[in-house]
């Protein structure tokens, strides 16, 4: 996801974004902009600004850092920031003397609860997380239920399937609605369809998409039966049953190769389908046994302790050609 998110700075680039670099686990670059110039990089929980290296940190008090953070409040990224924001300081070593340090030089109110900036530790580096770019301030407020996925990796999971903005976009394991409702929130797709063996989570995922205003419909379905015509989605979109925390692998054993040739079915032929699940080997050894589609891209990702993959699906170019003869031989 660094590599997907490192790329994305570079579409932004200059003038708003120079000297961008990675680390094992964030992307670093020097901005002159507005945040919202910031808005469409979706793949990130944080946006800091770097005050210091944490070892030299200690050594001189925190003076550098102090020094960093009045230098972005009063020409840099807190400064656009409207208004003295409150903040609040991670647990970290020298925790005291960080409150003291900038109460006493920049007079910003500590309030734990309502923070405009986070002062934290990460890696190498002290950070001032910025409130406003926070993950839970720029997606859109959910209702969860166990085992729903990561917003950013729902993200990633949006931005692999490329949705256009009529299609119709499915998911077969809807859960809370969670990668419906991204895909929603970056303005594409006409029609959400969502569909789940358990009704509690679509009361969950209505609660989440009504708000959007967008067309939707949701309904109680098993994945080996889909309740949807021959080729009739665009994109679906899944986080599915592991067998680990929701399932079984024994469960998954005959839930995939069904679930798969139904997927073959409703998919349009220049369709797209992006599945995440920890259960590879059996995934792609039912891929393998499922006519009329295959794997074209794996990423795999880090999420809660767990490194599941995302699969993307589609059409062999087999049986593409033999759509588009079907559709010759029709129209004659």
């Known amino acids: 996801m660094v590599d997907r998110l490192l790329q994305h700075c570079h579409d932004i680039g200059a003038p708003a974004l120079t000297n961008i670099r990675r680390t094992s686990d964030s992307v670093l670059f020097d901005f002159d902009g507005t945040l919202d110039q910031l808005l469409p990089l979706r793949m990130f929980s944080t946006l800091s600004v770097v005050l210091d290296e944490s070892e030299h940190a200690r050594e001189d008090g925190f003076a550098d850092a102090l020094a960093g953070l009045t230098e972005s409040a009063e020409h840099g990224v807190i400064a656009r920031l409207s208004g003295p924001p409150a903040y609040r300081v991670d647990d970290i070593e020298g925790r005291g003397v960080l409150i003291e340090g900038v109460g006493a030089r920049l007079g910003w109110q500590n309030d734990p609860r309502a923070w405009d900036v986070n002062i934290s530790e990460h890696g190498r580096f002290v950070l001032a997380e910025i409130g406003a770019m926070h993950r839970s301030r720029r997606y859109p407020k959910l209702h969860r239920i166990p085992a729903s996925v990561n917003p950013v990796v729902g993200s990633l999971l949006v931005q692999l399937a490329k949705p256009e903005a009529d299609d119709t976009v499915y998911d077969p394991f809807c859960g809370s609605g969670t990668l419906l409702t991204e895909v929603a929130a970056i303005g594409k797709g006409a029609l959400f369809l969502g569909t789940d063996i358990a009704q509690k989570a679509l009361g969950v995922a209505r609660l989440n998409l009504e708000p959007l205003g967008k067309p939707y419909l949701l309904a109680q379905a098993r994945a080996e039966a889909l309740p949807l ?97 079907k559709k010759r031989l029709g129209e004659r």
Do not use: C, W
């Open 229 to 325: 015509p021959a080729q009739s989605v665009d994109r679906v979109i899944s986080n599915m049953p592991f067998g680990k925390r929701v399932g079984s692998h024994q469960v998954n054993s005959l839930l995939y190769p069904r679930f798969l040739g139904e997927l073959a079915r409703v998919l349009r032929p220049k369709g797209r389908a992006v599945l995440l699940t920890e259960d590879k080997r059996l995934f792609q050894q039912a891929v393998q046994e499922t006519r009329r589609i295959r794997v074209i891209k794996e990423v795999q990702v880090t999420s809660g302790g767990l490194h599941p993959t995302a699969y993307v699906v589609e059409y062999t170019q087999k049986s593409r050609r033999m759509d588009r003869r």
